[in-house]
């Protein structure tokens, strides 16, 4: 499983970010497992953002930051996307997917998550 986050960048208050997670899954198809989104601060623990369930579609979004977040899915590319609006200098962070290998999302707890990306980093800022 590799997981490669792109995609950060400076971004002005008030504006929106798209991040891209291309994924590689050997052996089983891209619809196989979910992939979910974090983010960090330092000193802080990786918060979880978004999950994508691949089971259902369903997808499951932090309370904190609902109405802002929209997950997709291109298949054909292996890509999960994350798009932030009406971003905040609080949302600067490093970003990070993950997945479990599984198609069912199981929250946010990072530590169910095996296989993480190398994380992009998000400056907003004026």
């Known amino acids: 499983v590799q997981l490669q986050a792109s995609g950060g960048g400076l971004v002005q208050p008030g504006g929106s970010l798209r991040l891209s997670c291309a994924a590689e899954?050997?052996?089983?198809?891209?619809?196989?497992?979910?992939i979910a989104w974090f983010r960090q601060t330092p000193g802080k623990e990786r918060e979880g953002l978004a999950c994508?369930?691949?089971?259902?579609?369903?997808?499951h979004y932090a309370d904190s930051l609902k109405g802002r977040l929209t997950v997709s899915r291109d298949n054909a590319k292996h890509t999960e996307y994350l798009q932030m609006d009406n971003v905040k200098p609080e949302d600067t962070a490093i970003y990070y997917c993950?997945?479990?290998?599984?198609?069912?999302?199981?929250?946010?707890?990072?530590?169910?998550?095996?296989?993480w990306g190398q994380g992009t980093l998000v400056t907003v800022s004026s």
């Open positions: 993950a997945t479990h290998q599984s198609r069912f999302c199981s929250g946010f707890d990072p530590t169910t998550y095996l296989f």
């Open positions: 899954f050997t052996g089983v198809f891209f619809n196989d497992y979910v």
């Open positions: 994508h369930s691949t089971s259902d579609g369903i997808k």
